[in-house]
């Protein structure tokens, strides 16, 4: 129990020292139940020494998926308050959960927030392209789908609290947890908030491999929030 003790002095914070046993996702969940908890903290899955090697690659993931309560992969000791918040959205209502919750936590009222959607380009390899029209018209696509995508963002935050936040529409240009990854560290993001589609197929099959990468790669704090919608429980 000595390194859970070591919270305290570290951090700040009061801490509860608890031993559980049992497969790691079930026991953690188990016990944030008991405790009817508001948030579930995690280290980051990359090897470390100390919290985070206690938390084998995956089991962030996995957690996100089921929990019923906000999970933040924490990547590191925190230095202070967060100061620069980064919410990504695909229009769904696991997106409005993360919106609601940077509200909710009142994490807006620490920083700056910025609010960016990714879409989908067809079209990438024709902007390479050595025609000169060709390109033209890529581009051309590419704005027009832009334009398209700062309306849907707008229509989608017209129901949100979100105030004046920064709007980003960008084309994906790898893969959308790279070209979000991307835009965040741009802006110099310390928080990374993105909604969870919980435990239903569909949204394990569109946004699964998403939340993956980005609980895989993201250098700073991950909140993943989960579906306020039943629908998508």
Known sequence: AAPGLQVQPQVGVAAQVRLETGAPRRALLAAADALDADLLVVGAPRPAAGLRAAFPSGTAERLARVAHRPVLVAAGVPAGPYERI???TDFSGASG???RAIRQLGLDRLGSVTV???FESALPALRESADTSIRDQAEAWIETERARSAVRLEDFLGSE???DWHRVVEPNTSTPA?????IAAGAGTELIVIGSHGRSRLGRHLAGSVLA?????ASVDLLIVPSSDPGVA
């Open 97 to 99: 959960s993360a919106v």
């Open 116 to 118: 960016a959607h990714v």
């Open 178 to 182: 790279a070209t979000l990854l991307g």
């Open 86 to 88: 980064f919410v990504a």
């Open 161 to 163: 609290p979100a105030g």
């Open 213 to 217: 990468d980005l609980v895989r790669a």
